[in-house]
């Protein structure tokens, strides 16, 4: 059963093409190039894992989906990108993909890299089960689970990284956690077919029945909260007219890709900033150039190609 699809993500991308578009500086259209093309390949990964899931699970009178899950509760956010939720417990899907070779560490860290250069980003399954936490805890407290669930242990909840299978993987073995979106649904399947009979009798003995798993499937639906992008505040343009150039635009999208990362560092994030000095202009051949957020500890620096 699916309660949920993946959020209409068009008028972000429309904004995005927009701005594109009436941008005058280059270092910025840039920037704002970056933006969309993560916007755009993120979208595909979750809708081609969300497919995988869909394919298996759509008719499952025992299984509910829900895709894109953006939840609020007590002061802080969990996103999730798939949940699958069962009288077994819940599972919280986390899609990974990238155009760069993944290798998954034995930490379950995770480098990218993209020619000579390699980026290094934590253990998304960390995140996952912080988000858990988020979940459970808001499930608690909307007293969605009987005391006698709560007597065995509670409901459980598991995360998992779905690598899309376009990613190109360097790994021959992947860690615990982390499966290939293709493989996973049909494992998954043939788990809950082969769960034994001790295993069915247990969640009845707590109360937690598939009625119970469409309850709270239906609440965290009504819970959804997503969220506008305001792309034009982060590239500080104008809803029709583009700012004049300013000083020093410090945008710092999350790093995806090594073109926005310092290649000198690989600590810092690349920004545009204003030229002051005419020796400097002539230096650049431009009024702006590209340097590393870290200065004075890093000095790296580039060409913005605006002539």
Do not use: W
Request: charge should be neutral.
């Amino acid at each position: 059963m699916i309660y949920k699809n993946i959020d209409d993500k068009s008028k972000q991308i429309e904004t995005l093409e927009n701005l594109l578009s009436r941008s005058t500086s280059d270092a910025q259209k840039k920037f704002i190039e970056t933006d969309l093309k993560k916007l755009k390949s993120g979208l595909e990964a979750e809708q081609e894992n969300a497919y995988y899931l869909n394919f298996e699970f759509e008719k499952s009178k025992h299984l509910i989906l829900l895709h894109d899950i953006r939840l609020e509760h007590d002061g802080r956010t969990a996103q999730f990108d798939h949940l699958l939720i069962s009288r077994f417990g819940i599972e919280l899907l986390e899609t990974k993909s990238s155009n760069s070779e993944m290798t998954i560490n034995e930490d379950g860290s995770i480098n990218l890299k993209n020619g000579k250069y390699t980026n290094t980003y934590p253990n998304p399954l960390e995140q996952s089960r912080r988000h858990g936490v988020v979940l459970r805890d808001f499930i608690d407290s909307k007293v969605l689970l009987s005391k006698r669930i709560d007597i065995f242990g509670g409901i459980e909840i598991t995360s998992k990284v779905l690598i899309n299978p376009k990613t190109t993987l360097i790994n021959k073995t992947l860690p615990d956690g982390f499966e290939r979106a293709d493989s996973f649904v049909s494992k998954r399947r043939k788990e809950i077919d082969g769960l034994g009979i001790f295993k069915v009798l247990s969640t009845f003995s707590k109360g937690y029945s598939i009625d119970k798993a469409k309850e709270i499937a239906q609440i965290l639906v009504d819970a959804h909260t997503p969220v506008d992008f305001d792309y034009t505040m982060k590239f500080k343009m104008k809803k029709e007219v583009i700012q004049e150039e300013p000083t020093e635009v410090e945008q710092k999208p999350n790093i995806e890709d090594d073109i926005k990362a310092c290649p000198r560092c690989s600590e810092g994030e690349l920004i545009v900033k204003k030229i002051k000095s005419k020796k400097a202009q002539e230096k650049y051949n431009s009024d702006e150039f590209i340097g590393c957020d870290r200065y004075p500890k890093c000095r790296y620096t580039e060409n913005s190609s605006k002539a």
